[in-house]
């Protein structure tokens, strides 16, 4: 928990992993404070998402006044950069009417981001973007784990190994420029002129799991594979490299069966969901 008492104005947020009740949680919360939510999660701010993104029902965003929710389109280049921008902006607005504001989300890097500040990156040419993306795809984890090892030593002695989107990430700075991601990343924390309140969820390994497997039946059931066969014309974009697209995407290029892609969503989520626990429990 991180606060600072001496600044009127507040920032509350709540964090955890993926289905562990953290919208429900935040907008209770938010009603309490009389506050708006702001969302913190990367891929939910796109407007063609919403079953496989889990976006809170209509009802829910109706409770409380959301931001970042379906505010933007999957052709926008969105990432941690942008977002704290947006959110910074965004929270000076909600400060004018209030003396709190929620943010709620489960991207780890959007959160610290806006915490702590985040070096400017430099810009991908799109093709490396697609390149490394159809490579990834026909080669597997292996391939990326192996490029970022002899490419970028550096990175890889403090990389996420099994996360493929942090790995790309890494691998088309290299490309791009030569030099190691680390390079742009500085040890200075920016200080924020309010202050921040973090509260992370938890709950046991079998509860959750459980919970995840029941929502990924639910996402199936309200036609998440309609959703992405409609955005299947993007499916380079980084945002429908993840869990519940990319298993789908399998599906209908006929390489898996649909049984086989909705069990493969559930271990990748659960496989997901604790590598933000091990995230969150470094950072908060």
């Given amino acids: 928990m991180i606060s600072d008492n001496k600044l009127t104005k507040k920032v509350y947020i ?7 009740g953290k919208t429900a949680y935040a907008i209770q919360l938010a009603q309490e404070l009389g506050s708006s939510i702001i ?7 796109y407007k063609e998402l919403c079953i496989g993104v889990a976006r809170p029902s209509i009802e829910e965003l109706a409770a409380v006044p959301h931001y970042f929710i379906a505010s933007h389109s999957i052709t926008e280049d969105i990432n941690a950069g942008y977002f704290e921008q947006y959110a910074l902006q965004k929270v000076e607005e909600l400060f004018q009417h209030s003396d709190s504001v929620v943010m709620v989300g489960g991207t780890g890097l959007y959160i610290k981001a806006f915490m702590e500040g985040i070096d400017p990156m430099p810009i991908i040419p799109e093709g490396i973007r697609a390149d490394i993306i159809a490579a990834y795809e026909q080669k597997g984890l292996i391939w990326l784990q192996n490029e970022l090892k002899h490419k970028d030593p550096l990175f890889w002695e403090k990389a996420e190994k099994q ?17 190691s991601i680390i390079t742009y990343r500085s040890a200075a924390k920016k200080q924020r002129p309010f202050g921040i309140e973090t509260k992370l969820l938890e709950m046991p390994v079998e509860a959750l799991s459980a919970r995840i497997d029941q929502r990924v039946e639910m996402m199936i059931a309200q036609g998440l594979v309609k959703e992405v066969e409609s955005v299947i014309g993007y499916r380079n974009k980084t945002a429908l ?9 399998d599906y209908l290029d006929g390489d898996i069966s649909l049984d086989e892609a909705i069990h493969q969503i559930k271990v990748h989520t659960r496989q997901y969901a604790k590598r933000q626990l091990t995230w969150f429990r470094k950072y908060l």
Avoid: H, W
Avoid at 14 to 20: C, L, W
């Fill in 241 to 249: 490299q993840t869990v519940g697209y990319k298993e789908i995407f």
């Fill in 39 to 45: 969302s913190a999660d990367s891929r939910q701010c």
């Fill in 14 to 20: 709540v964090a955890g992993p993926t289905a562990v």
């Fill in 163 to 179: 996360n493929p989107q942090r790995l790309m990430r890494a691998l088309e700075v290299f490309l791009a420029t030569g030099k």
